[in-house]
């Protein structure tokens, strides 16, 4: 927390101690925690793997809450939680306003916070969930950077020690383009750390729209994708100095046609619907369907007020997400492959009963138990969304924000449709809803089953 404090000491914000004493007594605890273990020997499980992962979110997101409480940005604790769940999960749904007033201070933490848990999102997919074998993510486990090994320790270490650098690289790339963009320093800093963690923080209620730069959005598109695609991919062609990696990946080929025909598709209809010049009418699509498909969530419009084909398309986009090993949410274009390959597969096998047929990303053929698990996994998230859905309409929300309310929490894009859309928040949120929508963050971000599985009897016997 000292680089929001010495923030908020040279701009004389005054809320500098709210950073002291938080980060004064994470440290107190922290240096206890070792001392307490650092005679034990450190061998981590896959049973600790998967509860590691919930208490690290869990107690980061605690402890990340209390500079906002204190300095009064939240109204009360729940809302400083449901705010630092946002940033961890990297999802931007906020129910912080006005911005443009706020501490410096204050939003560069909140900008922090979401460059913080990307990159622990990115550890987490490439390194410990094809560990942990959750919702097919196995696939991964011969193709991260470093050597693999059987324990989780040694492969942690190794990864984050390989990405970090790539992150770090990709996140100063960002600020300069943004800062000769024509951002001021500050500016370009905080949208750089939520750009690339694909979370979709501003500075300004406005959002991106307080820009208005057609320089500015092409340059925070092009970043967008770079987190929403697998930095594996990015850590391969850094280290080989060569971009055939990309253009040999058939997941990033998927992407990259199924962004280019939404992001059309939606231009035509903004441009036949709405009366728009053609140039601003694609500009408009592309940028809020790149946004939301990266489930960064930036807005400069409010799309929801567009035809309904647009939103609808949209809406669709952010359920697949970006690309497995990146900052995106949503289902990821990976397990989306192989339910539309698996798809094509049966009615293949129904013309010709007594083929044999296999499914296949790229040259890998895929295992029958991956191929399962992303079906099951896919099946839990269509439950659990409906659950949850269903649970906010008790608190006498209507559907559309109910529905979207989950959606944009689940998938990590932030904003929704209805109150919760881009020209809203989640401000007037009843507390329990909004602690629900909590679950939704770490439930779609930590996906489903890695949580799910803490409660269930068998996880707990020896």
């Given at each position: 927390?000292?680089?929001?404090m010495?923030?908020a000491?040279?701009?004389n914000?005054?809320?500098?101690?709210?950073f002291?004493?938080?980060?004064?007594?994470?440290?107190?605890?922290?240096?206890?925690?070792?001392l307490?273990?650092?005679?034990?020997?450190?061998?981590?499980?896959?049973?600790?793997g998967?509860?590691?992962?919930l208490?690290?979110?869990l107690?980061?997101s605690?402890?990340?809450?209390?500079?906002?409480?204190?300095?009064?940005?939240?109204?009360?604790?729940?809302?400083?939680?449901?705010e630092?769940?946002?940033?961890?999960?990297?999802?931007g749904?906020?129910v912080?306003?006005?911005?443009?007033?706020?501490?410096?201070?204050?939003?560069?933490?909140?900008?922090?916070i979401?460059?913080?848990?990307?990159?622990?999102?990115?550890?987490?997919?490439?390194?410990?969930?094809?560990?942990?074998g959750?919702?097919?993510?196995?696939?991964?486990?011969s193709?991260?950077?470093?050597?693999?090994?059987?324990?989780?320790?040694?492969r942690?270490?190794?990864?984050?020690?390989?990405?970090?650098?790539?992150y770090?690289?990709?996140?100063?790339?960002c600020?300069?383009?943004?800062y000769?963009?024509?951002?001021?320093?500050?500016?370009?800093i905080?949208?750089?750390?939520?750009?690339?963690?694909?979370?979709?923080f501003?500075?300004?209620?406005?959002?991106?729209?307080y820009?208005?730069?057609?320089?500015?959005?092409?340059?925070?598109?092009?970043?967008?994708?770079?987190?929403?695609?697998?930095?594996?991919?990015?850590?391969?062609a850094?280290?080989?100095?060569?971009?055939?990696?990309y253009?040999?990946?058939e997941?990033?080929?998927?992407?990259?046609?199924?962004l280019?025909?939404?992001?059309?598709?939606?231009g035509?209809?903004?441009?036949?619907?709405h009366?728009?010049?053609?140039l601003?009418?694609?500009?408009m699509?592309?940028?809020?369907?790149?946004?939301?498909a990266?489930?960064?969530?930036?807005?400069t419009?409010?799309?929801s007020?567009?035809?309904?084909?647009?939103?609808?398309?949209?809406?669709?986009?952010?359920?697949?997400?970006?690309?497995?090993?990146?900052?995106?949410?949503?289902?990821?274009?990976?397990r989306?492959?192989?339910?539309?390959?698996?798809?094509?597969r049966?009615?293949?096998?129904?013309?010709?009963?007594h083929?044999?047929a296999?499914?296949?990303?790229?040259?890998?053929?895929?295992?029958?138990h991956i191929?399962?698990?992303?079906?099951?996994?896919?099946?839990?998230?269509?439950?659990a969304?409906?659950?949850?859905?269903v649970?906010?309409?008790?608190?006498?929300i209507?559907?559309?924000?109910?529905?979207?309310?989950?959606?944009?929490?689940?998938?990590?894009?932030?904003?929704?449709?209805?109150?919760?859309?881009?020209?809203?928040?989640?401000?007037?949120?009843?507390?329990?809803a909004?602690?629900?929508?909590?679950?939704?963050?770490?439930?779609?971000?930590?996906?489903?089953?890695?949580?799910?599985?803490?409660?269930?009897?068998m996880?707990?016997?020896?």
């Amino acid at each position: 927390m000292l680089f929001p404090m010495f923030t908020a000491l040279f701009f004389n914000d005054g809320d500098w101690m709210d950073f002291l004493g938080t980060g004064g007594a994470s440290v107190f605890l922290g240096v206890n925690l070792v001392l307490m273990n650092r005679k034990k020997e450190l061998i981590l499980t896959h049973r600790d793997g998967f509860l590691l992962t919930l208490l690290a979110w869990l107690v980061l997101s605690a402890i990340g809450a209390v500079p906002f409480y204190l300095n009064g940005v939240a109204a009360t604790w729940i809302d400083a939680f449901f705010e630092t769940v946002s940033g961890l999960t990297t999802t931007g749904a906020t129910v912080f306003v006005g911005l443009d007033n706020m501490g410096h201070g204050i939003l560069l933490w909140r900008s922090m916070i979401q460059w913080l848990g990307g990159m622990g999102i990115i550890v987490l997919a490439v390194a410990v969930l094809p560990f942990l074998g959750v919702g097919g993510l196995q696939l991964y486990r011969s193709e991260m950077p470093g050597v693999v090994k059987d324990k989780l320790q040694p492969r942690l270490r190794q990864t984050a020690r390989s990405l970090w650098g790539v992150y770090f690289g990709i996140t100063f790339s960002c600020i300069l383009c943004y800062y000769f963009g024509g951002m001021t320093l500050f500016d370009a800093i905080c949208h750089a750390l939520t750009t690339i963690a694909t979370g979709g923080f501003s500075t300004h209620d406005a959002s991106f729209g307080y820009f208005d730069s057609p320089l500015l959005e092409s340059i925070c598109m092009v970043f967008m994708l770079i987190g929403s695609i697998n930095f594996n991919l990015h850590f391969f062609a850094v280290h080989r100095g060569s971009l055939k990696v990309y253009k040999d990946d058939e997941e990033f080929r998927f992407y990259i046609a199924l962004l280019f025909t939404i992001s059309f598709i939606v231009g035509l209809t903004v441009f036949f619907a709405h009366d728009l010049p053609f140039l601003q009418s694609m500009r408009m699509a592309f940028f809020h369907t790149i946004s939301i498909a990266t489930t960064t969530g930036f807005a400069t419009t409010d799309y929801s007020l567009w035809h309904t084909l647009a939103p609808m398309l949209i809406l669709m986009i952010m359920f697949v997400g970006g690309m497995a090993g990146s900052t995106s949410g949503g289902l990821k274009v990976m397990r989306v492959m192989m339910i539309v390959r698996q798809g094509a597969r049966e009615i293949y096998k129904l013309v010709h009963p007594h083929a044999v047929a296999y499914v296949k990303i790229g040259r890998q053929r895929v295992p029958e138990h991956i191929v399962q698990a992303v079906w099951s996994f896919c099946g839990v998230y269509v439950i659990a969304f409906n659950i949850m859905a269903v649970l906010l309409t008790m608190y006498n929300i209507d559907l559309v924000t109910a529905f979207s309310a989950v959606a944009a929490t689940i998938t990590s894009a932030g904003p929704g449709l209805g109150e919760v859309g881009p020209a809203g928040n989640f401000a007037g949120m009843p507390d329990g809803a909004k602690l629900i929508l909590c679950a939704s963050m770490l439930l779609g971000r930590l996906e489903l089953f890695t949580i799910l599985v803490i409660f269930t009897p068998m996880f707990w016997k020896k």
